[in-house]
């Protein structure tokens, strides 16, 4: 079939198998001419277990070890796979994609796929690692699931997107029609607020880590680190001081916990605060995409902007494994700060200057929302250059055994 984009409420329901596979190979190319200079690093993983494995900074981080270092990984992510009338998730696409590279490379990678709060699925993990000799150094969590079911009680928590205290009104821009708009949210309850740490909080996390501890699966020194954001004041009311906020304030405590917990094993977890990028739940958050599409305008013509794989670049050859004095570079919390190109008081200062004086006549001028529709349209793979859309495909393309 001749497969298109299909976006309801800003949310893309399909994905085009030849489209991810060719920009995950994109992913892959990139971190391959950077390959020389992670030669000379002073430090280096030898085993890499990525926890959200397939899409966004999960599925960079997965290529930055096995392309970049070239060591064996183990990814876990939960990915529908397709039929013949119904495409896949783009997560099971890039998967396969990857896992062909990695297997044409000749670098050992296994992805476990599967509800990864679950304790099955971290016991499966630890089965595949044993099996494989693996003894991780560097593990990666960057799960981005809206629900999880606790595993211990079995009670199932879903995260919600809203303010705390009050509602919340702000300017929107839609990226399909590229219509300026109002969006309003009303506060969270108590309740959601709970579930939302619960879910994208770290108390999976630290299971993980426990869970490998126990299994003899952490290597003396193992590094740790999970993802976050913080982003500029105006964004706080919807973000840093809601619903997700809360959770990632809960994440970031989280580290300090790790390093108390196992220090007999000398691991040292981190935080890294990154870039804002589009992802897959980016463009349904009021005031992100019209912040976003002002970022990307400001740092392209600046010639700062990152994609997801130069922010994983940056973070393994200037933060992990620099090896510079006193350690891994952080700020007075803790945190790893790749965002600090976005946090430039210049950019800031421009991009606060621009969406005071935003208008539908001069927005194309002022922001960037071409290419945050392409970047959200290429994350399932579609709008990616060299693809032909017009030739039939089945959905059911496995890149792994073509």
Known sequence: MILKPMVRNNICTNAHPRGCEVET???????????????????RPTAVLVIGCSTGYGLASRIGATFGFGVPTLGVSYEKAPSATKTGTPGWYNNRSFEAAARKAGIPAKTIDGDAYSKEIKAETIKAAKELGLSFDLVVYSLASPVRTDPATGVMYQSTVKPIGEAYSGRTVNAFTGHLGEAS????????????????????????????????????????????????????????????????????????????????????????????????????????????????????????????SAQIDRLFRDRLYAGKNGGVPVDAEGRIRLDDLEMLQGVQAEIEARMAHITQENLGRLADVDSFRVDFLRAHGFEVPTVNYEAEIDPDYDPLSS
């Open 25 to 43: 190979r994109r992913q892959i190319d990139y971190i391959l001419a950077r390959k020389p200079r992670y030669a000379g690093l002073p430090e």
């Open 185 to 308: 949210l009303e506060p969270a309850t108590e309740a959601e607020v709970a579930a939302t740490v619960k879910v994208m909080g770290g108390e999976d996390w630290e299971l993980w880590i426990a869970a490998l501890a126990e299994a003899g699966l952490l290597a003396k020194g193992v590094k740790t680190l999970a993802y976050s954001y913080v982003g500029p004041a105006l964004s706080w009311p919807i973000y840093r001081d809601g619903t997700i906020g809360r959770a990632k304030a809960h994440l970031e405590a989280t580290a300090p916990n790790l390093n108390s917990r196992f220090a007999s094993l000398g691991l040292k977890a981190y935080v890294s605060i990154n870039k804002a990028l589009v992802t897959r739940s980016s463009a349904v958050i009021p005031i992100i995409p019209l912040y976003i599409s002002t970022l990307f305008k400001v740092m392209k013509e600046r010639g700062t902007h990152e994609d997801c």
